[in-house]
């Protein structure tokens, strides 16, 4: 099932602004009109990320296909009266901002490529982020929770068991994870760095330039510290705390989370989602906090060999990867060319049941700690089995049961809603 993503809409926006008023139409989809400059851009992109021709023989048939279907789900979702928030709009604009701010390094680069100023451009983007996120809300209404049966995946197996062929090795990986701690004198050797930064800005100095120039955020330090619009249960519960707490404007004082200490300002808030920037300064270990982690990780790994406690008891009490610690510390399944080099190096000599010894994981720029691997279960290479590979053909199953679906609803749609192509 195709849905809909709204990749490149500031280029395909600021594009279409660019054309001459007189197009080709070359379909009609209810009251919406598809032009021949939108197929020849959409079928350039393609074609460039495909590394294709754009003149491949049914390239461009394919694309005014989807082009059109994308408009009739529009079309129903605004039938079925399906409704997106504002916050979810100015979520989605910030997101694709922030995007191309990675892209081309700077709000004021953005500008000068397209020629106009942010908020133009974020208005630009506005009713195609609206009718993106209303489709995707109608397609997730009717297909999200679309499942095989289990006679379902049978038959999916026994049908396409040929086609699915190899598989190849495969591995479950659970880890337990520390950040080395720093010394109370390291600490406070941070905590007045950001405390001196706090009455410089108290002073009358720029938070925008002082963000640029230190804080420990690469992804917000080039913006000035900008966080942009976000809801609770993004950011550390402590940043939150304080950050929800402010009045427009407010700087909050030196605010301590995992990753280090904030200094944080409210520039805006819209419903329930406010917009922040922050100075974040690391709290960077020492040599000493390092081999104290590794101590500790080591004396872990000598308790679960000797049977003291198993290894997921111990990533659920010691492990601080949050996300993995309430689940005995379970990365997951991965196929051997699924995993980056860290991982690779990490479980590449270790045999099913065996425990690496802690290994330094760089998580971020500039950002690690030390964790050790247990790898709970290697599959070689092998042919597809029900078996061995129930959850991975329970994907593919459940995949096309959806597309079927999505086939016959499209259908539907296509004969209560008017469209013509012109081509």
Same mark, same amino acid.
């Given at each position: 099932?195709?849905?809909?993503?709204?990749?490149?809409?500031?280029?395909?926006?600021?594009?279409?602004?660019?054309?001459?008023?007189?197009?080709?139409?070359?379909?009609?989809?209810?009251?919406?009109?598809?032009?021949?400059?939108?197929?020849?851009?959409?079928?350039?992109?393609?074609?460039?990320?495909?590394?294709?021709?754009?003149?491949?023989?049914?390239?461009?048939?394919?694309?005014?296909?989807?082009?059109?279907?994308?408009?009739?789900?529009?079309?129903?979702?605004?039938?079925?009266?399906?409704?997106?928030?504002?916050?979810?709009?100015?979520?989605?604009?910030?997101?694709?901002?922030?995007?191309?701010?990675?892209?081309?390094?700077?709000?004021?680069?953005?500008?000068?490529?397209?020629?106009?100023?942010?908020?133009?451009?974020?208005?630009?983007?506005?009713?195609?982020?609206?009718?993106?996120?209303?489709?995707?809300?109608?397609?997730?209404?009717?297909?999200?929770?679309?499942?095989?049966?289990?006679?379902?995946?049978?038959?999916?197996?026994?049908?396409?068991?040929?086609?699915?062929?190899?598989?190849?090795?495969?591995?479950?990986?659970?880890?337990?994870?520390?950040?080395?701690?720093?010394?109370?004198?390291?600490?406070?050797?941070?905590?007045?760095?950001?405390?001196?930064?706090?009455?410089?800005?108290?002073?009358?100095?720029? $938070?925008? &330039?002082? #963000?640029?120039?230190? *804080?420990? +955020?690469?992804?917000? =330090?080039?913006? @000035? !510290?900008? /966080? %942009?619009?976000?809801?609770?249960?993004?950011?550390?519960?402590?940043?939150?705390?304080?950050?929800?707490?402010?009045?427009?404007?407010?700087?909050?004082?030196?605010?301590?989370?995992?990753?280090?200490?904030?200094?944080?300002?409210?520039?805006?808030?819209?419903?329930?989602?406010?917009?922040?920037?922050?100075?974040?300064?690391?709290?960077?270990?020492?040599?000493?906090?390092?081999?104290?982690?590794?101590?500790?990780?080591?004396?872990?790994?000598?308790?679960?060999?000797?049977?003291?406690?198993? $290894?997921? &008891?111990? #990533?659920?009490?010691? *492990?601080? +990867?949050?996300?993995? =610690?309430?689940? @005995? !510390?379970? /990365? %997951?399944?991965?196929?051997?060319?699924?995993?980056?080099?860290?991982?690779?190096?990490?479980?590449?000599?270790?045999?099913?049941?065996?425990?690496?010894?802690?290994?330094?994981?760089?998580?971020?720029?500039?950002?690690?700690?030390?964790?050790?691997?247990?790898?709970?279960?290697?599959?070689?290479?092998?042919?597809?089995?029900?078996?061995?590979?129930?959850?991975?053909?329970?994907?593919?199953?459940?995949?096309?049961?959806?597309?079927?679906?999505?086939?016959?609803?499209?259908?539907?749609?296509?004969?209560?809603?008017?469209?013509?192509?012109?081509?």
């Amino acid at each position: 099932m195709k849905i809909k993503i709204a990749a490149f809409i500031l280029l395909f926006t600021t594009y279409l602004s660019a054309q001459e008023a007189i197009d080709k139409i070359v379909a009609v989809v209810d009251n919406e009109i598809i032009l021949q400059s939108e197929l020849d851009f959409q079928t350039g992109i393609f074609a460039s990320q495909r590394q294709l021709d754009p003149n491949t023989p049914g390239l461009k048939e394919q694309l005014l296909n989807s082009m059109i279907e994308e408009k009739l789900i529009y079309a129903q979702a605004d039938l079925d009266s399906i409704t997106v928030t504002e916050d979810d709009i100015n979520q989605r604009i910030d997101y694709q901002i922030n995007s191309f701010v990675q892209q081309y390094g700077s709000i004021a680069n953005i500008e000068k490529i397209y020629g106009m100023s942010i908020d133009r451009i974020k208005r630009e983007l506005r009713d195609e982020v609206r009718k993106s996120l209303m489709s995707q809300r109608l397609q997730e209404k009717n297909f999200g929770k679309v499942q095989a049966s289990r006679r379902e995946i049978e038959e999916f197996f026994n049908t396409y068991k040929d086609s699915i062929g190899t598989i190849p090795e495969k591995v479950t990986i659970f880890h337990i994870f520390q950040n080395p701690k720093a010394s109370e004198k390291l600490k406070k050797i941070f905590y007045d760095k950001a405390l001196s930064l706090l009455d410089s800005i108290k002073a009358g100095a720029d $938070f925008s &330039e002082l #963000a640029k120039n230190n *804080s420990d +955020d690469p992804g917000s =330090a080039a913006q @000035g !510290g900008d /966080l %942009g619009f976000v809801k609770k249960g993004v950011f550390y519960p402590e940043f939150e705390e304080a950050a929800f707490k402010l009045n427009v404007g407010e700087l909050s004082g030196v605010v301590e989370s995992p990753v280090g200490f904030h200094i944080i300002q409210l520039l805006e808030k819209r419903g329930e989602s406010i917009n922040t920037r922050h100075i974040l300064i690391k709290i960077k270990a020492d040599e000493n906090a390092d081999l104290q982690t590794i101590d500790f990780l080591s004396s872990l790994r000598d308790s679960i060999q000797k049977g003291v406690g198993t $290894f997921q &008891e111990y #990533a659920k009490k010691y *492990s601080e +990867d949050k996300e993995t =610690a309430p689940f @005995g !510390g379970e /990365l %997951g399944n991965f196929y051997i060319s699924q995993l980056d080099k860290a991982l690779l190096d990490a479980v590449g000599k270790l045999k099913q049941g065996d425990i690496g010894f802690p290994r330094r994981l760089e998580y971020a720029p500039g950002t690690y700690g030390y964790h050790i691997v247990w790898l709970q279960s290697r599959i070689p290479q092998h042919k597809a089995s029900l078996t061995d590979d129930y959850a991975e053909v329970k994907k593919l199953a459940d995949e096309n049961k959806k597309q079927k679906e999505y086939t016959k609803w499209i259908e539907t749609i296509k004969s209560k809603i008017f469209w013509e192509v012109r081509i």
